[in-house]
Every structure is written in structure tokens, then in C-alpha cells.
């Protein structure tokens, strides 16, 4: 079997050994009425109404979509619109919180007896891909097992980026949840046997989950090699199963799902408490950051409550998710959302300034998906649709392996985000 | 709010750039550069020294002519300098080095957009100009030592026709014979291809093809297949020359592809040709080549679908 090509990075899990802490309530929230991929949600409350956590305040009838539910009790005292990352503009809900965190009597543990009502209960809950993909989990589950059946459910415990230890902490401090979510997916999806799959830099955890599934033959514990980008979901898949997921193809229809090990676990919490996605754990570092921790944060909080909490101090850049594929935040006024894994704080930001290509192929080495970014660029450069498409620029799930790479510092992955904009229209 | 920058990901980068690559190429040409002087003498130093900085001040020059930015700390003028007094005989005249330079850097590289853009080996085309118009001097070669002797009579090259007494295997590869200044040591050349092979600046596919089609066809046409390799220009060409990554294919499939036409095209010349050496010949010839290879060598991504090609 090829192994696929990645980077090699330095893995800087500075908080891998943090018990994971609670930030302390914040005195109000603004809540997204888009958080995962998909549709927005229309708010189901008005300014002035009391909510109370886990009360379902914003949901959409849209196929692709997921309800948002209130992190605290307090009171509705805004809806706005907020300026999201991609440029375009979402509802936003503001509450005050009144600090006693009462809980919502629709928190009650859903009743699950078969696919559909399983489904149906992880729609409810608000789950998306909490690795950063925020794909909603209830479409994923309700895959037609007559035309794409499924035989391998992965678990992805990759968290190949940086900093990030957000799934690891999962995989340490809540093992049996993790495992319980497989299981409880393999018992009502009729799927026969999990892989799940953990970097090699992660040897703590990887003997943890094989201790506890060692009596489990249908679970199986995967240790992959600590390469970037492992985590991706087309590299994961060739890694655990050894199929490629075909251009334009969902797993499933290779016979795999890939889920997530935080999702997985939340799903596993939800079923039996019926709390539905209103916190996020997030890894704080950078070396802006005094204080790296791990911490677990209601939704909606505004992200300079994070930084302060981490002792942040004079930094230039902020990034929503790792150093390779995060997002730069321009407003630490923001709130968290339900796909964020870290806030990541760094002082000197500024990137080097590129300089002619001397076409050394390093880029093409590194593309975990064998595409040629440096024949990419050209085409993108000189406008060339046709050959942007032959060159697959549609296939780059911007990893940023071949920015990483170039030695004159050439701003490849960016041109193919830019070109898969211009391929599309 | 405070400033905050925001930038497209990735947000770091790793810590190779252009200059760190060319400046191991630079310590790689080391070894080759101190034999040239224990074998010629400080006047073929002179003459590496000389072709270096006159590339630097072409570089600068020309760039600055053109109104773009100035790029020589990039190194790669440096680079062309020393390979180019590599391919040069001990005694050739100075102002002839410098119009090697000077076709080099000027008409080769930078009048087609500078590093990256070329679609030669600028050095090897300085070669081959200086070689058509001054056959003469860049074809007069001195035997080794013969600074201490004072002995200028001449020795033709290991690959010529016309020699009375092959040099041995050990002459060839400790680079004790006539030749180009920095061409004759199959030793330094050695060591310093293999430390940018291990240092992952080159990769070896070429090399290897080059110099094993070589010997095969050497082999095959009843030539002496270790004396192909160690002698003339095969070492520093198929290390040094054909490893250049703006005239070369970027994929591993084109760069075999590309070592094999180097191999092939010079054991005709050798074999078939008037010209005692065509390394030169062989690496240009393929140069020209290097955009097909690369068409017909592209990689293919993992799960795509192949498409329809519509005409036009």
C-alpha cells in the first residue's frame, strides 16, 4: 500500500497533560445562528424572553442543518447580525446571564430504539463535526444502507495539527464515552466493526482505549503515524482502511463513516442526559499565551474572555483552530462556536514575503493527495480554468502542506482555495 | 480592538528558503572547488572566484536594468558562477570567462524572467557559447600540477581521441588528468552530490539514470563503462547539472526520464559524435525537453476521476 506523502511538524502539545478546567460563567454570550455547515436557524425567541440552558433557541426546517441551544439561563436582551469569517453575515443572539445556569425542562434523555429515532435525537441535539468541519452529525447517520452499506465506522482521534488537545482530552478524561458512542452507533446503524484511530505521538491514550476495549473484538484500536495531515478525512480513511474516497464521493460511499472522537462522545452524554451541545472544550496556547490550558467553555462565549482567562498578552495574531488550517480572528469580541477546538494566541505573526518559484517539487512531495500545487499556481495565475480542472484543484482540501513546504514562500494553498472559488463559478 | 493581523492559513511555514538551498549547493561544489586548486593551481581558484562575482555583478546589474528586485542574495548567481568555472579549463583567458558570465546570467536566466524562468542550465549554456566561439583556448588543457613544473605543454582530455596513454581508474577519480578545472575529481564531486542527496536538496533519480544509462550503453557499445562515468563532464553534470531544479522535470518519474535522456544523448556523442564530450549537449538537449516530460509525467491525485477532454 502507497504511503500517502504529509509533513512532518513539530507537535507542541504543551496542555496534553491539563485536566481539563471550566471558565468561569461570562456575564453574557452571543450565540450564532450559524455554526456548522449548512443552513442558518432562524431564532425561535424574541428579545426580552427568559431561556434557560440547553433550550432550543434557534432551528431551521433546511435539510442541511442543525438547532442552536442557549449555553446559559438569562434573558434575550439582542439579535444582531455578525460579520462571519467566510464574509457573509449571520443572526446572532445576545443573552445576559443571570448566573444560576437553571436548566431547561426540555433537557430530558431522548428515547433511542432504532435508526431513525437515533438520528432523529442527534438532529435534536445540535451535533455538527466538532473537529473543525462542523458537517451536521444526524445527515451523516442517515445514510441509505440499501445503496452505500457501511461496514467500518471511524472513530478520528488523528488531532493532527499543532497545539491542539482538545480529542485527546476527550480520549483521557471521558474513554468510556467514546467508546460507548461506537458502540451505541454500531448497535442502531447495524455497523460491524470501529476502528478507532489515534496518532502514534499519542501513546498515553492509545494504550488507555486498547486496555478498554480489549474484551470489544469489534472495536479495534488504530494507532496511525504522526504525520500531517493524518487527521484529514480522505487521509484517514486510505490510513485505517486502505480505500480512497473517489472525487466527489462521500465516505460512504467507500462503506465508512468517519465520526469525530469529541462528536462521538457528546453523542454518547447526550443520550443519556439529554444536554445538548451548549459547550465546547477548547485548547488555549500560543506563545502569546502565559497560562496554555485546556478548558471547557460555554457557546457563545466572546473569545477575549478565553484569552484573558489563558493570561494572552501582547499578541499580534489570533487563530480559531491549529496553526496549519485555523482561522484568523479579527474581533476577539467574537464568540465561540460549536466547531472551534483552540484559540491559539501568537505574538510575532508576521509571514515571510515570497519570492520567485524555482520549481524544486517540494510542494508536489508534500500534497498528501498527490496534486501539483506548482503547476496549480501557474494555471491559477494565468486564469486558466481548464487546466485548474484537469489539475484536480477541486480535490485540495487546503491541508497547506505545500505552503508549508515552499522554500520561496509562496502563498500555494491560498491560490487553490482562491481557484476552487473561480473552477465552481 | 486591537490590531490583529489576518492572513490565509497556513500560519507557519517551515524553515527552508531559496538562499539555504543554494547555499548547500555552494558547500556541495567545496570539495570540487579546493581539488581544482590542488590540481591546477590558484589560478583555477582565481578563476572560480572571478566567474562568481562577475555573475553576482550581471545579476545585479541586469535586474536593476529591468526595473525588478535585486535577487542576489539569493545565492543562485553564486551557484552559476562556480558551476560555470567548473566546466572552463585552467587557463582560459579571463574576459573569456566573464562573457561566459555574462551569457550566463544575462542572456540565459534573466532575459527569461530570472531563477525559476529559465528554460536552460545557464551555466551550461555559457559553456557551450564559450566552447563554439573560443574552441581553441576552452579545448587547451594544461596536465595536472603543472603550476609547480612551469610545464605548459598540453594534455588532451581522458575522452579525446587523439590521447597516446588512458589515464588509470585511480587518476580518474582522484581527478589527476587534463580537464576542466572542476570536472576531473570523480571524489569531491562524489562527496558533495551525495551530501545534497542526503541532505535532501537533490534527489538522486537523476544521477543515478544518467550515470547508469551510461555505463549500459557504454556496456552495451563495448566502451569502458567506469571510465564513461569518471571521465569528462558525466560526474559534475549528472550531480550538479542535471539536478538544477528550473531546467529539469519536477516530478520523480520526469527526473529518470530526464537522467536517462542525458545518458543516452551523451554516449551518442561520445560514441558517434565529432565532439570528444557531450554532457553539455546531452543536459541542454534535455532541457528543451523538460516542458514535455513534465506533461506526460504529471502525478495523479489520489481518487480522481478522469474527464472527458473536450477539444479546444
Known sequence: ?425 | MQNLIVSASPHQRSEMTTQKIMLRVIIALMPAVVASGIIFGVRAILLILLCASSCVVFEYLSRKLMRRSNTIYDLSAVVTGILLAMNLPPTLPFWMAIIGSFVSIVIVKQLFGGLGQNFANPAIVGRIVLMLSFTTQMTTWVKPFWYKTADLTTSPTPLSSSIEKLPSYLDLFLGTTGGCLGETCALALLIGGLYLAFTGIISLSTPVSFLGTLALLSLIGGADPLYQILSGGAMIGAFFMATDYATTPVTNKGKIIFGIGCGTITFLIRQFGSYPEGVSFSILLMNILTPYIDMLTKTKPLGAKKEARKNG
Open chain 1, 1 to 425: 500500500m502507497k504511503r500517502l506523502n504529509g509533513i512532518h511538524l513539530r507537535h507542541l502539545k504543551n496542555t496534553q497533560d491539563m485536566k481539563t478546567v471550566k471558565l468561569p460563567l461570562p456575564d453574557r454570550v452571543t450565540i450564532l445562528m450559524s455554526q456548522n455547515m449548512g443552513a442558518e436557524c432562524s431564532p425561535l425567541v424574541a428579545i426580552g424572553e427568559k431561556v434557560t440552558v440547553g433550550q432550543k433557541i434557534g432551528d431551521s426546517s433546511a435539510f442541511m442543518s442543525a438547532p442552536v441551544h442557549s449555553s446559559v439561563s438569562g434573558t434575550v436582551v439582542a439579535i444582531k447580525e455578525h460579520l462571519l469569517a467566510n464574509g457573509g453575515t449571520c443572526q446572532a443572539l445576545v443573552i445576559e446571564a443571570d448566573g444560576k445556569q437553571t436548566v431547561s425542562a426540555e433537557v430530558v434523555p431522548p428515547v433511542i430504539n432504532d435508526k431513525e429515532s437515533l438520528v432523529a435525537a442527534v438532529r435534536q441535539s445540535g451535533a455538527c463535526g466538532l473537529g473543525g468541519a462542523g458537517f451536521p452529525t444526524h445527515i451523516k447517520l442517515n445514510f441509505d444502507e440499501k445503496t452505500t452499506p457501511i461496514d467500518t465506522l471511524i472513530i478520528n482521534g488523528a488531532e493532527c495539527e499543532p497545539y491542539i488537545t482538545a480529542d485527546y482530552r476527550e480520549l483521557m478524561e471521558n474513554p468510556a464515552d467514546v467508546i460507548g458512542g461506537a458502540r451505541m452507533l454500531m448497535n442502531f446503524l447495524k455497523i460491524p466493526k470501529t476502528k478507532i484511530c489515534i496518532e502514534s505521538n499519542k501513546p498515553a491514550a492509545i494504550e488507555k482505549l486498547k486496555k478498554m476495549t480489549s474484551s470489544i473484538p469489534e472495536i479495534e484500536i488504530v494507532p496511525l503515524p504522526s504525520k500531517y495531515p493524518q487527521g484529514a478525512e480522505k487521509v484517514i480513511i486510505y490510513s485505517a482502511t486502505g480505500r480512497i474516497v473517489k472525487e466527489g464521493e462521500l465516505p460512504s460511499a467507500q462503506g465508512v463513516i468517519v465520526m469525530n472522537v469529541s462528536t462521538t462522545a457528546f453523542i454518547f452524554r447526550y443520550s443519556k442526559t439529554g444536554m445538548p451541545l451548549v459547550s465546547k472544550r477548547l485548547t488555549v496556547d500560543g506563545d502569546a499565551v502565559k497560562k496554555p490550558c485546556s478548558v471547557e467553555v460555554p457557546i457563545g462565549t466572546p473569545i477575549s474572555e478565553v484569552l484573558s482567562f489563558a493570561k494572552a498578552q501582547d499578541y499580534e495574531k489570533i487563530l480559531a483552530g491549529g496553526p496549519m488550517m485555523g482561522l484568523c480572528i479579527y474581533d476577539t469580541s467574537a464568540p465561540i462556536v460549536k466547531t472551534n477546538n483552540a484559540i491559539l494566541a501568537f505574538k510575532k505573526a508576521k509571514l515571510p514575503s515570497s519570492t520567485a518559484c524555482i520549481r524544486c517539487g517540494r510542494c508536489i512531495k508534500a500534497c498528501p493527495l498527490d496534486l501539483m500545487p506548482e503547476a496549480l499556481e501557474k494555471a491559477f495565475d494565468r486564469r486558466d480554468l481548464a487546466a485548474l480542472k484537469e489539475l484536480k484543484v477541486q480535490l485540495c482540501m487546503n491541508c497547506g502542506c505545500c505552503t508549508y513546504v515552499c522554500p520561496a514562500k509562496r502563498p500555494l494553498a491560498e491560490k487553490n482555495q482562491l481557484a476552487k472559488l473561480e473552477v465552481r463559478n
